[in-house]
């Protein structure tokens, strides 16, 4: 998969909406605090990724803008809340992977993708990066499926959950490779990474901002990136399309979202100011030391996106049989 680019046509609405945002801003928005629901704990991917374009906004916008962590329920919690949150423009919410594949994973949700929620922009795309134990008995990706056909149900892999990107993206390599691996899913990535070091699992795909400093520091052995081109910041890590796995790709991914009937002048401004901040220098610096391929793409692209996201996974949930936990 790989991630939206701003192109020029992005960079000519971008300029223009920031040439015309003090006229704009004499309409009266925004007249107060904004509001950005994150509906994971503090600390995450989806926290770390709002908290990187604050500071930016607040500038920008001339008002202070405000993280909301609203947690539970495989981000259901908060998604809807921004869902249900007035479309005045002063609520909005960042959602990842999770958000498209919990349409196919969740029989009945609280609110409708489809007609509760507007894409206002894609932030960037994390490519997963497996992981695998020191001690294992594969160092390759090739080895570990040579190991996983021959070993059928040896293998265990861990995830951050049932439904994850983590536990997708590798359901879809067991898919493409008609492997049988044992998925145990944690309540988190931290926890899956300590059982992947500590030998109680082989296998664990992830973010690569949370491999990193273990991969680099030989903790753990990291053996592809499950995206179309390698990472600045892991330039030994071979892609799974380099060693042999063609078209294998996974990620999560960051972008916002808005409450249904928000204003399009407010939505493309928002969207606008997003893809100037995530074009400065320092943010792609920061973007590429976390493993993150910038975007800052325009609602329609992210609207997009989603949908083909949402298409991706949804597949894979029915054909690996995942159910939410």
């Known amino acids: ?14 300029a223009g909406a920031t040439l015309a945002a003090p006229a704009f801003a004499q309409s009266g928005w925004p ?21 990187l374009v604050q500071a930016g906004l607040t500038q920008r916008l001339g008002q202070p803008v405000i993280i909301d962590n609203k947690p539970g329920a495989n ?14 423009g002063q609520t909005f919410g960042v959602v990842i992977a999770a958000y498209a594949a919990n349409t196919t994973l969740y029989p009945k949700l609280p609110y409708d993708p489809a007609k509760d929620l507007l894409g206002v922009s894609l ?81 664990f795909f992830d973010a690569a901002t949370g491999l990193i400093n273990q991969g680099k520091a030989g903790k753990v052995g ?8 390698r990472l600045p910041v892991l330039p030994d890590v071979p892609t799974f399309i380099e060693q042999g796995f063609a078209g294998f790709t996974g990620s999560t991914w960051a972008g916002v979202l808005a409450p249904a009937g928000t204003p399009r002048e407010i939505v493309q401004r928002l969207s606008s100011e997003l893809a100037a901040i995530i074009r400065a220098p320092e943010i792609r610096a920061r973007l590429d030391a976390m493993g ?26 029915r054909a690996a049989g995942v159910k939410a936990e």
Do not use: C
């Open 31 to 51: 007249a107060k605090p904004v509001r950005i629901v994150v509906p994971y704990t503090p600390g995450g991917f989806t926290d770390q990724m709002a908290r």
């Open 292 to 317: 993150v391929v910038p975007s800052g793409s325009t609602p329609q692209e992210f609207d997009a996106f989603i949908a083909s996201e949402t298409a991706k996974w949804g597949k894979v949930i």
């Open 1 to 14: 998969m790989t991630a939206s680019r701003p192109n020029r046509r992005q960079f000519t609405l971008a």
């Open 123 to 203: 932030l960037g795309v994390s490519p997963l990066v497996a992981a695998v134990n020191n001690d294992a008995p594969f160092k390759t990706a090739k080895e570990v499926i040579a190991h996983a056909k021959a070993n059928p149900g040896k293998v265990s892999f861990g995830s951050s959950g049932n439904g994850s990107a983590a536990h997708l993206t590798t359901e879809l390599w067991k898919a493409l490779t008609g492997t049988y691996m044992i998925h145990i899913p944690y309540r988190g990535a931290a926890p899956a990474l300590a059982d992947l070091m500590g030998g109680q699992i082989q296998l």
């Open 75 to 88: 981000s259901l919690i908060g998604v809807d809340a921004v869902a249900k949150a007035a479309p005045d």
């Open 222 to 229: 990291l053996i592809g990136v499950a995206g179309d081109r």
